[in-house]
């Protein structure tokens, strides 16, 4: 299947506003200060993307109240919001719009076109690895009624601390769960990204919905695992960019010896060999959202390949960022290490990428069964 990995003039236009919009109200001073502050996320940017703007239900059939648009214009937004590091849970939602697509939960789609955040209840490193992928622990009993009960814990969920629904694997099947419902505790955890969260779900019979059972449940929930890696690598992208962008400025401009820094052939080196991994970057994750839209059966195959190049990619960016800023990229007040932070916890987020290349090689048959 050909793909044609160019943006269109609406997907441009598309980033523009976005990124216009996140100068607007994600600066680095707003950013900082949710990051420093007790709040999970920016309440007000979550409410201008999700309710103001509909970009958060992008995906979402225009009959539920979304957009109608292919996940090429999602994956616009997460490039634009990684250069951001904007303190909202729009990919763990993105998700959980691809998964409740699978499985036509309409009721769900409307409240999240609505502006709610329904977030997947699964620790932040479960990567696609086709059914039977490492799940949480969590039984489920039956109440009285005849109604599903769950009880176990799950460690590590990102973009969950102010979810409204929750969509939790558990027993082969999948169960939507009120985040308000008796027996269901939330619990914050020191997460070594402040702009994204992640917390400890503790159930203890908590009243729950089937949404999907066995083979319906294990596809669906692949799949948009499968189109969560691909999306992470568009966020990667966006944050490398700026990592690298931002770095030229500063190298411009800042002299040493009379000269400036960034006109040390040592330095240039550095910066010419991350720009050629970027643009690799930007070719393998716009061919993975690609194909997930298209529904390309290499589809797997490409946000491996992806998440397998991006993830080390934005470490090592946010990495040269910081020591190619000198004394101030270390400091608090700089924004480098929210990206360093950002990079570092993303390179495990849907699988490491270990995990893809080890996928990698098993789906391009270099691997032995």
Same mark, same amino acid.
């Given at each position: 299947?050909?793909?044609?990995?160019?943006?269109?003039?609406?997907?441009?236009?598309?980033?523009?506003?976005?990124?216009?919009?996140?100068?607007?109200?994600?600066?680095?001073?707003?950013?900082?200060?949710?990051?420093?502050?007790?709040?999970?996320?920016?309440?007000?940017?979550?409410?201008?993307?999700?309710?103001?703007?509909?970009?958060?239900?992008?995906?979402?059939?225009?009959?539920?109240?979304?957009?109608?648009?292919?996940?090429?214009?999602?994956?616009?937004?997460?490039?634009?919001?990684?250069?951001?590091?904007?303190?909202?849970?729009?990919?763990?939602?993105?998700?959980?719009?691809?998964?409740?697509?699978?499985?036509?939960?309409?009721?769900?789609?409307?409240?999240?076109?609505?502006?709610?955040?329904?977030?997947?209840?699964?620790?932040?490193?479960?990567?696609?690895?086709?059914?039977?992928?490492?799940?949480?622990?969590?039984?489920?009993?039956?109440?009285?009624?005849?109604?599903?009960?769950l009880n176990g814990t799950v460690c590590g969920v990102a973009d969950a601390?102010?979810?409204?629904?929750?969509?939790?694997?558990?027993?082969?099947?999948?169960?939507?769960?009120?985040?308000?419902a008796a027996g269901l505790r939330r619990t914050p955890v020191v997460s070594?990204?402040?702009?994204?969260?992640?917390?400890?779900?503790?159930?203890?019979?908590?009243?729950?919905?089937?949404?999907? !059972?066995?083979? +319906?449940? /294990?596809? =669906?929930?692949? $799949? #948009?695992?499968?189109?969560? &890696?691909? %999306?992470? @690598?568009?966020?990667?992208?966006?944050?490398?960019?700026?990592?690298?962008?931002?770095?030229?400025?500063?190298?411009?401009?800042?002299?040493?010896?009379?000269?400036?820094?960034?006109?040390?052939?040592?330095?240039?080196?550095?910066?010419?060999?991350?720009?050629?991994?970027?643009?690799?970057?930007? !070719?393998?994750? +716009?061919? /993975?959202? =690609?194909?997930? $839209? #298209?529904?390309?059966?290499? &589809?797997? %195959?490409? @946000?491996?390949?992806?998440?397998?190049?991006?993830?080390?990619?934005?470490?090592?960016?946010?990495?040269?960022?910081?020591?190619?800023?000198?004394?101030?990229?270390?400091?608090?007040?700089?924004?480098?290490?929210?990206?360093?932070?950002?990079?570092?916890?993303?390179?495990?987020?849907?699988?490491? !990428?270990?995990?893809?290349?080890?996928?990698?090689?098993?789906? #391009?048959?270099?691997?032995? &069964?």
């Amino acid at each position: 299947m050909t793909l044609d990995l160019r943006y269109t003039e609406e997907q441009e236009a598309l980033r523009d506003s976005v990124r216009a919009m996140l100068t607007d109200h994600a600066g680095w001073a707003r950013v900082l200060q949710v990051a420093a502050s007790p709040e999970p996320d920016d309440a007000d940017l979550w409410r201008l993307l999700s309710v103001d703007t509909g970009l958060a239900a992008l995906a979402v059939p225009e009959h539920l109240g979304g957009a109608g648009a292919s996940l090429a214009e999602t994956a616009v937004v997460l490039e634009e919001l990684g250069r951001a590091v904007a303190p909202v849970p729009y990919l763990g939602t993105t998700v959980a719009a691809q998964l409740l697509l699978h499985l036509g939960e309409d009721e769900l789609l409307r409240d999240l076109a609505g502006g709610a955040i329904i977030a997947p209840a699964m620790p932040c490193d479960v990567g696609p690895a086709g059914p039977g992928a490492r799940l949480p622990d969590v039984e489920v009993s039956t109440a009285a009624d005849g109604s599903p009960l769950l009880n176990g814990t799950v460690c590590g969920v990102a973009d969950a601390s102010r979810a409204r629904v929750l969509v939790m694997p558990a027993g082969g099947a999948l169960f939507a769960v009120d985040a308000d419902a008796a027996g269901l505790r939330r619990t914050p955890v020191v997460s070594l990204d402040e702009t994204r969260p992640l917390c400890d779900l503790a159930m203890w019979n908590a009243p729950a919905r089937l949404l999907a !059972a066995g083979e +319906r449940a /294990a596809s =669906a929930l692949d $799949a #948009a695992l499968v189109a969560g &890696a691909a %999306l992470l @690598a568009s966020e990667q992208l966006g944050l490398a960019q700026w990592c690298l962008d931002t770095t030229v400025a500063h190298l411009r401009t800042r002299y040493q010896f009379g000269r400036p820094v960034g006109s040390f052939q040592a330095l240039k080196h550095r910066l010419a060999d991350l720009w050629v991994e970027l643009v690799q970057a930007r !070719a393998v994750a +716009r061919h /993975a959202v =690609a194909a997930v $839209a #298209a529904g390309d059966p290499d &589809a797997r %195959l490409a @946000a491996a390949l992806a998440q397998a190049h991006c993830g080390p990619l934005a470490v090592r960016a946010a990495e040269e960022c910081v020591q190619m800023h000198g004394g101030i990229g270390f400091t608090w007040e700089h924004p480098a290490h929210l990206y360093l932070k950002r990079a570092k916890s993303a390179a495990i987020a849907y699988g490491t !990428a270990a995990h893809h290349r080890t996928a990698l090689a098993t789906l #391009a048959d270099l691997a032995p &069964a």
